[in-house]
């Protein structure tokens, strides 16, 4: 078994600089800090959520605040709108599962530190470093099939990210690296394909995991190089690469070969939605149009096909769910932070036209994974009229962004009714643009922190 360098990952982590990454490297690291924020934003928007801070909110402490970390993190992945997913190079992998998603897991810390006053500019630094340090865990292992990606790489970004904050030598943060990646939820995969709300606290608890294992490392607590490489290299991953995640740290950046989600629901779901939008591009209302729609026949690969739940017992089970996605798009133009809001789930009308949704498996679609996820959908009317179109692959991937505009948007719209109109638009300049001055992530969690969470 071969081992792992963590204190070459760790010298990385101290020794990088924002002003050393190339230009579209920043650009898309900005992007994803955005778009990650207006994820955890748009979970405080749901109840359950709400609930929970409450809860927690007793065991909030100045120092390493348990119920503020679990909750924001809890909240970053509740929409399933969590974008940064990394994909082994080999490209093998079935089902096609991300291995790390590790921006929702150290966002948290980060906003923790904007809380105590850290700049933007640090914060967008420490989250490049973190979070090009996750996705290498990730891009350089493969999840064993039947497990869940949150809790398993990201608390290694919160560690890194909470090492650095706290001014850690690189001794100790490669320390904090071992203990925060050996002890990972591995957790099924089965259960938020099924509704299971957990799977968000999973991120959330990966959160507290990483920070809290910053902590010990500075008390001295020790590590094993070797325990996470067994764990990585035989029981929750195999393949490990140790290749992917030292060579070239600061030259090639992993972090930029990962996605940013248009849609607030699984991955699997986006190539569905985006060949519906494309074969109703013109027709105004498409759900009401030509005497109102009659079908949506969806062709896609296998594990699309499966999530074909057209009554749904949870927010996160429509999130699996294409049929129910569908007839939220179909009815709302888009899919955003409020489309499953309790009262918006429950409308008579997305039951009836989940209804209609027809889902297959095409074989020659399967065959095209994990490279292509291709999709097929035909929507026919009551007036008998009919459109198609087929793509290839969801958008946001590299080969196909979104641009600035379009991430800008979708966070706006999952900020409302957390942010001022003011705070999101100065977070826009801040964050995406870089133009608005330090401080604007400290105004976020003057906002939050207190009101939204603990």
Not at 41 to 47: A, I, N, T, V
Not at 343 to 369: C, I, W
Not at 378 to 402: E, F, I, K
Request: charged residues 20%; glycine residues 10%; contains cysteine.
């Amino acid at each position: 078994m071969t081992g792992i360098d963590t204190a070459r990952i760790a010298a990385f982590a101290h020794r990088a600089r924002i002003d050393d990454a190339p230009g579209d490297v920043v650009a898309f690291t900005r992007a994803l800090l955005l778009d990650t924020l207006g994820a955890l934003l748009g979970g405080l928007r749901y109840p359950t959520v709400r609930a929970l801070g409450e809860a927690l909110r007793p065991s909030v402490t100045t120092d390493l605040p348990f119920g503020r970390l679990l909750t924001l993190g809890t909240a970053a992945t509740w929409l399933d709108a969590d974008s940064g997913g990394a994909f082994h190079p080999q490209g093998h992998r079935l089902p096609p599962v991300p291995t790390a998603h590790p921006a929702p897991h150290s966002l948290p810390v980060l906003l923790h530190a904007a809380a105590g006053g850290v700049d933007d500019r640090r914060l967008v630094e420490i989250f490049l470093i973190a979070n090009e340090i996750g996705m290498r865990f990730g891009v350089g292992t493969t999840l064993r099939p039947g497990l869940h990606p949150h809790g398993i790489h990201g608390p290694v970004a919160a560690a890194v990210a909470t090492a650095l904050l706290d001014g850690l030598s690189p001794a100790t943060t490669a320390t904090a690296v071992e203990l925060a990646g050996s002890a990972p939820m591995a957790a099924t995969l089965a259960v938020p394909m099924r509704g299971g709300t957990v799977r968000n606290l999973w991120t959330g608890l990966g959160a507290w995991h990483g920070a809290a294992a910053a902590r010990r490392a500075a008390d001295g607590v020790t590590g094993s190089a070797a325990l996470l490489a067994a764990l990585l290299d035989g029981l929750v991953c195999t393949d490990l690469s140790t290749t992917e995640l030292t060579t070239g740290l600061g030259e090639r950046w992993r972090l930029a070969d990962s996605y940013l989600k248009p849609y607030a629901c699984a991955r699997w779901v986006h190539p569905a939605l985006d060949a519906f939008r494309a074969a109703v591009a013109d027709v105004p209302d498409p759900a009401y149009a030509r005497g109102g729609l009659a079908v949506i026949e969806v062709d896609t690969f296998a594990f699309a096909a499966s999530l074909s739940a057209t009554e749904v017992s949870s927010d996160l089970h429509a999130r699996f769910s294409v049929p129910v996605s569908l007839a939220t798009l179909a009815l709302d133009g888009e899919l955003a932070a409020d489309g499953f809001l309790p009262d918006r789930l429950a409308r008579p009308e997305v039951g009836a036209l989940a209804a209609l949704v027809r889902l297959r498996e095409e074989p020659e679609f399967t065959a095209a994974l994990p490279r292509e996820r291709p999709t097929t959908v035909t929507v026919g009317w009551r007036d008998g009229a009919t459109a198609s179109a087929t793509v290839r692959n969801a958008r946001g991937n590299p080969a196909d962004p979104l641009t600035a505009d379009e991430v800008a948007t979708k966070f706006r719209r999952n900020a409302e009714g957390v942010l001022t109109l003011a705070t999101a638009d100065a977070v826009v300049a801040g964050v995406l643009d870089g133009t608005a001055g330090g401080d604007t992530l400290a105004r976020v969690a003057a906002e939050v922190v207190g009101t939204f969470c603990p």
